[in-house]
């Protein structure tokens, strides 16, 4: 795996172009986010889903209710059983979305230059006229000439299932706009989109704490990912309420940046949030398309130095309804690896897509190509340099592991960590080998029964590029005797074999705690 890595910078001969790729037990170190629905929930598809290559699973409560979702992770839990796959749950909240009404599923035809009033009065019927909103302060935040979008599962680019609109004029509470261009809108719900404009709504809706307070705790999500975040405030307002929910005060909080406000204010919602999900689908509308490309390497160039996973969306909208993606689209997930993407998160192509494993499977192969010739040389002199000196303990044990693992050729590194923090620091520094995260679990106590954690840190860390997690044998705990330490290499040593990661005279790098002190060490497998 390691030695079949060149760099872009060097000729690459075509002929080499054209060898077919190796399949491996990982199918990428970069991670795939599959949003389940109503294409993607059965045991059968979710299991293929897994094998292709899925680590998290997405539940987007913008769309069915939670007794439709609990089936969904019902069936996820029993494909994780018989693919022996671990996969983690992400709750995706609504947010303060707006959305058209349409309760009588019809249709809707809507010419381009012709008009059409969007009203708060969601009693009446959806037209070609009139559209009823779920939000009666949009009067107030437009003005004429504002842009608003607006279509299922928003604006793909195939611009027949989504349409623009101008605001034309405000009359009471009713917008009325100028069609842009031709398309038909289909299904219950389209959201809308006011380009650039400030959404007077929470961030946190009432129905979305519901949703956590109740499908959220009783799942034990592992992540939430927080819709429209567009403050740190709401970062924080969110880590209040998972703190008073029990078990979910370990739950990770991912800011989606979905508009300019979240743009404005990134920098402090990096440093509260527990990592980064860039919604390019709207974001795509709230920028000017010639600045799309340059937000994506900022924000993930943010990330990678604060160590902190990033997720990007929206890569290959056209494979909804194609078994391929587009040139562009493929030639697009390579550069969000090449970027620095920690996960690619796909949303309608698995949710409502005619090809959910399909798509997995080829986002894997693409990411795993780009993998080949990521910069790891230049990546890791730039973290260095922005970490700066002197470095904290962990830092420098974590750099030091991944540079000796690379000089030596190494095919792995092990990592015995409890909270997961020393494996995150060493997949920071993106070495070109898997790391397989050994999550040592630590007893606890609520004063009324002894309780291990350990599942929530090892699921988290499949969002993170290159760490692959395996969960230790409680009675093992993270630094301690010599000899209980060898027994726990030896079964990720074994795991490493049986995935063919390791194989014998290969060389691994194992970085653990010996009582106060951590030690990295090389270690060189017999036969």
Same mark, same amino acid.
């Given at each position: 795996?390691?030695?079949?890595?060149?760099?872009?910078?060097? &000729?690459?001969?075509?002929?080499?172009?054209?060898? *077919?790729?190796?399949?491996?037990?990982? @199918?990428? $170190?970069?991670?795939?986010?599959?949003?389940?629905?109503?294409?993607?929930?059965?045991?059968?598809?979710?299991?293929?889903?897994?094998?292709?290559?899925?680590?998290?699973?997405?539940?987007?409560?913008?769309?069915?209710?939670?007794?439709?979702?609990?089936?969904?992770?019902?069936?996820?839990?029993?494909?994780?059983?018989?693919?022996? %796959?671990?996969?983690?749950? $992400?709750?995706?909240? !609504?947010?303060?979305?707006?959305?058209?009404?349409?309760?009588?599923?019809?249709?809707?035809?809507?010419?381009?230059?012709?008009?059409?009033?969007?009203?708060?009065?969601?009693?009446?019927?959806?037209?070609?006229?009139?559209?009823?909103?779920?939000?009666?302060?949009?009067?107030?935040?437009?003005? %004429?000439?504002?842009?608003?979008?607006?279509?299922?599962?928003?604006?793909?680019?195939?611009?027949? #299932?989504?349409?623009?609109?101008?605001?034309?004029?405000?009359?009471?509470?009713?917008?009325?706009?100028?069609?842009?261009?031709?398309?038909?809108?289909?299904?219950?719900?389209?959201?809308?989109?006011?380009?650039?404009?400030?959404?007077?709504? &929470?961030?946190?809706?009432?129905?979305?704490?519901?949703?956590?307070?109740?499908?959220?705790? +009783?799942?034990?999500?592992?992540?939430?990912?927080?819709?429209?975040?567009? =403050?740190?405030?709401?970062?924080?307002?969110?880590?209040?309420?998972?703190?008073?929910?029990?078990?979910?005060?370990?739950?990770?909080?991912?800011?989606?940046?979905?508009?300019?406000?979240?743009?404005?204010?990134?920098?402090?919602?990096?440093?509260?949030?527990?990592?980064?999900?860039?919604?390019?689908?709207?974001?795509?509308?709230?920028?000017?398309?010639?600045?799309?490309?340059?937000?994506?390497?900022?924000?993930?160039?943010?990330?990678? $130095?604060?160590?902190? @996973?990033?997720?990007?969306?929206?890569?290959?909208?056209?494979?909804?309804?194609?078994?391929? *993606?587009?040139?562009?689209?493929?030639?697009?997930?390579?550069?969000?690896?090449?970027?620095?993407?920690?996960?690619?998160?796909?949303?309608?192509?698995?949710?409502?897509?005619?090809?959910? !494993?399909?798509?997995?499977?080829? /986002?894997?192969?693409?990411?795993?190509?780009?993998?080949?010739?990521?910069?790891?040389?230049?990546?890791?002199?730039?973290?260095?340099?922005?970490?700066?000196? &002197?470095?904290?303990?962990?830092?420098?044990?974590?750099?030091?592991?991944?540079?000796?693992?690379?000089? /030596?050729?190494?095919?792995?590194?092990?990592?015995? #960590?409890?909270?997961?923090?020393?494996?995150?620091?060493?997949?920071?520094?993106? @070495?070109?080998?898997? !790391?397989?995260?050994?999550?040592?679990?630590?007893? %606890?106590?609520?004063?009324?029964?002894?309780?291990?954690?350990?599942?929530?840190?090892?699921?988290?860390?499949?969002?993170?590029?290159?760490?692959?997690? $395996?969960?230790?044998?409680?009675? =093992?705990?993270?630094?301690?005797?010599?000899?209980?330490?060898?027994?726990?290499?030896?079964?990720?040593?074994?795991?490493?074999?049986?995935?063919? /990661?390791? +194989?014998?005279?290969?060389?691994?790098? !194992?970085?653990? %705690?010996?009582?106060?002190?951590?030690?990295?060490?090389?270690?060189?497998?017999?036969?």
């Amino acid at each position: 795996m390691h030695s079949s890595h060149l760099l872009l910078e060097e &000729p690459i001969r075509m002929a080499s172009i054209l060898e *077919p790729s190796k399949a491996t037990f990982f @199918p990428a $170190m970069t991670k795939i986010v599959g949003t389940l629905g109503p294409k993607s929930r059965s045991v059968e598809v979710i299991s293929g889903c897994l094998k292709a290559g899925m680590s998290v699973a997405r539940f987007d409560f913008s769309l069915g209710d939670p007794e439709y979702h609990q089936e969904t992770l019902e069936n996820l839990k029993a494909a994780v059983k018989s693919t022996k %796959k671990l996969c983690a749950v $992400m709750l995706d909240t !609504v947010g303060p979305e707006l959305q058209v009404v349409n309760k009588s599923e019809k249709s809707i035809s809507l010419l381009a230059d012709g008009f059409v009033v969007l009203t708060p009065n969601q009693e009446v019927e959806a037209s070609s006229e009139l559209l009823p909103i779920n939000f009666d302060g949009l009067s107030k935040a437009v003005k %004429k000439g504002d842009t608003i979008f607006m279509g299922q599962y928003l604006f793909t680019g195939s611009e027949t #299932t989504s349409v623009w609109l101008e605001v034309s004029e405000v009359k009471g509470e009713d917008v009325v706009c100028v069609i842009k261009n031709s398309a038909t809108l289909s299904g219950a719900l389209f959201t809308l989109h006011a380009s650039q404009i400030h959404i007077d709504l &929470p961030t946190l809706t009432d129905k979305d704490k519901d949703v956590i307070s109740n499908w959220g705790v +009783k799942n034990k999500i592992d992540f939430l990912s927080l819709s429209y975040t567009r =403050h740190a405030e709401d970062v924080r307002q969110a880590r209040d309420l998972l703190s008073k929910l029990g078990d979910l005060s370990q739950t990770q909080i991912f800011a989606k940046i979905e508009n300019i406000e979240g743009l404005t204010h990134f920098d402090e919602i990096l440093q509260e949030a527990d990592g980064i999900i860039l919604s390019r689908g709207n974001l795509g509308i709230d920028l000017p398309p010639e600045k799309v490309f340059l937000f994506q390497k900022a924000a993930l160039y943010k990330c990678n $130095m604060a160590g902190k @996973p990033a997720v990007l969306t929206r890569v290959v909208d056209s494979m909804t309804d194609n078994l391929r *993606p587009t040139r562009a689209e493929a030639t697009d997930v390579a550069n969000a690896v090449l970027d620095g993407s920690d996960a690619i998160l796909l949303g309608a192509e698995t949710l409502r897509g005619l090809y959910p !494993v399909e798509t997995i499977s080829i /986002v894997g192969k693409i990411c795993a190509e780009a993998e080949k010739v990521f910069n790891q040389d230049l990546y890791f002199k730039k973290t260095v340099k922005y970490v700066g000196e &002197p470095m904290t303990h962990l830092e420098s044990i974590a750099s030091s592991a991944v540079r000796a693992a690379i000089k /030596v050729k190494a095919s792995a590194i092990i990592c015995f #960590t409890s909270s997961g923090r020393a494996a995150r620091l060493i997949a920071k520094y993106r @070495p070109t080998m898997p !790391v397989l995260s050994v999550v040592i679990p630590r007893l %606890k106590t609520n004063q009324l029964k002894w309780s291990f954690t350990g599942a929530f840190e090892a699921r988290q860390s499949l969002i993170v590029r290159g760490l692959f997690p $395996m969960l230790a044998d409680p009675r =093992h705990p993270a630094e301690s005797t010599s000899a209980t330490n060898e027994s726990v290499l030896k079964v990720a040593l074994d795991h490493g074999k049986v995935s063919g /990661v390791i +194989k014998s005279h290969d060389r691994v790098v !194992v970085c653990q %705690k010996v009582g106060d002190s951590s030690v990295v060490k090389i270690i060189e497998l017999e036969d």
